[in-house]
């Protein structure tokens, strides 16, 4: 190897020159890694695919559907008519109720269908429940007020 400044010959294997002791300047090449692609397997990812809101919103649907159930079923059994109210502000909520209901099922049969089985299972088994309490709250809505009228 040549020196730059003083044009002294050195050997190879040396980093600074034996007469001046300025240091060499080795050729370093950039080597540029390989680029290895991954082989196509067909899964996606979890992330953006379709159904999964499906299932979230199912669950969702579900439990909201089951708290108003529930509370409506609590206020049906406990203070219906005691009070001479009208069965009306009860059966507009009930509405409410089969239509969150209704939607949470819908939802979870779409999820299904994309394959999220456990979302759509637990947003299954809550608009069941929902429906369940709100057709019971029905019921008893109305044996309250066919008897309320019977006795009146």
């Known amino acids: 190897m040549i020196c730059p400044y003083c044009g002294t010959q050195n050997t190879d294997n040396v980093n600074f020159c034996n007469m001046c002791g300025s240091r060499l300047i080795t050729e370093s090449f950039n080597v540029q890694q390989p680029y290895y692609q991954q082989p196509y397997t067909g899964k996606r990812s979890l992330k953006g695919t379709p159904g999964r809101g499906f299932g979230i919103s199912s669950m969702v649907l579900g439990i909201i559907a089951v708290y108003y159930a529930f509370m409506y079923w609590i206020t049906c059994t406990t203070s219906a008519f005691k009070s001479g109210n009208s069965p009306a502000g009860f059966v507009s909520l009930s509405f409410f109720i089969l239509i969150l209901s209704t939607l949470s099922?819908?939802?979870?049969?779409?999820?299904?269908?994309?394959?999220?089985?456990?979302?759509?299972?637990?947003?299954?088994?809550?608009?069941?429940?929902?429906?369940?309490?709100?057709?019971?709250?029905?019921?008893?809505?109305?044996?309250?007020?066919?008897?309320?009228?019977?006795?009146?």
Do not use: D, E, P
């Not at 299904?112 to 429940?129: E, M």
């Open 105 to 152: 099922l819908i939802f979870a049969f779409l999820a299904r269908g994309k394959g999220y089985k456990h979302q759509s299972t637990a947003g299954l088994v809550l608009s069941i429940c929902s429906f369940v309490l709100t057709f019971l709250s029905i019921m008893i809505i109305l044996i309250l007020w066919i008897s309320q009228m019977y006795n009146s």
